[in-house]
Nanobody, 120 residues
Framework: VQLQACGGGLVQAGGFLRLSCVAF????????MGWFRQAPGKEREFVAR????????SYADSVKGRFTISRDNAKNTVYLQMNSLTPEDTAVYYC??????????????WGQGTQVTVSS
């Protein structure tokens, strides 16, 4: 599975961005999709995930109420709507795919990452 993320950029604090990740696979609907991020000098951390059937989502405490993950299986795409951004959200954001799992780490496949920078 190849993943291609896009949508990052520079935004002011309080602003919003929507990240997209396209999966190149014929079995997208069988993969749990997740978003992760890695800030400079820190380890990659879980942000959000959505189950392969779309009925279950989970979020890191730091983004609950601000970020929303969704998917469109017809477009092989997962989205991350990020609102009320703060400088602490600055990181490279990665999408990941994991076959029919409920995990928040150790995903099977990873995209190349997209940079999100939030200015104060």
């Amino acid at each position: 599975v190849q993943l291609q993320a896009c949508g990052g950029g520079l935004v002011q604090a309080g602003g919003f961005l929507r990240l997209s990740c396209v999966a190149f696979t014929r079995t997208f609907s069988s993969y749990t999709m997740g978003w992760f991020r890695q800030a400079p000098g820190k380890e990659r951390e879980f942000v959000a995930r959505i189950s392969w059937y779309g009925g279950s989502t989970s979020y890191a405490d730091s983004v609950k109420g601000r970020f929303t993950i969704s998917r469109d299986n017809a477009k092989n795409t997962v989205y991350l709507q990020m609102n009320s951004l703060t400088p602490e959200d600055t990181a490279v954001y990665y999408c990941g795919a994991d076959y029919r799992s409920s995990r928040t780490e150790g995903y099977d496949y990873w995209g190349q990452g997209t940079q999100v920078t939030v200015s104060s």
